[in-house]
Nanobody
Framework: QVQLVESGGGLVQAGGSLRLSCAAS????????MGWFRQAPGKEREFVAA????????DYADSVKGRFTISRDNAKNTGYLQMNSLKPEDTAVYYC?????????????????WGQGTQVTVSS
């Protein structure tokens, strides 16, 4: 079973940047499509971004396009989410997840493994 651990969250002012990391427990990480999701208080978990196993293809929610960049380093069993131009509405707990699906998935139910989440708070 793959274990995922997120890090890099914190408090940042609007317009600032954060880089989230997602460390996987073993080398099978490269066999999984990876996604990032977020959940704000009182709201459902929503899709943020996804990347295929080899990093060749990515997908983003419209709300983060042009501001966030998903990437991965399979040699380090780690995925990343670079977040720029942050807005207060980006405040949420951010989760990384992995799926055996070979194509990009934006539905949480299709993901097999989840991290514990990291809090991102953007102040205005």
């Amino acid at each position: 079973q793959v274990q995922l651990v997120e890090s890099g969250g914190g408090l940042v002012q609007a317009g600032g940047s954060l880089r989230l990391s997602c460390a996987a427990s073993d080398r099978t990480f490269s066999s999984y499509t990876m996604g990032w999701f977020r959940q704000a208080p009182g709201k459902e978990r929503e899709f943020v971004a996804a990347i295929t196993r080899n990093g060749a293809s990515t997908d983003y929610a419209d709300s983060v396009k042009g501001r966030f960049t998903i990437s991965r380093d399979n040699a380090k069993n780690t995925g990343y989410l670079q977040m720029n131009s942050l807005k207060p509405e980006d405040t949420a707990v951010y989760y990384c997840a992995s799926t055996r699906a070979v194509f990009l998935i934006n539905r949480p139910i299709r993901y097999d493994y989840w991290g514990q989440g990291t809090q991102v708070t953007v102040s205005s």
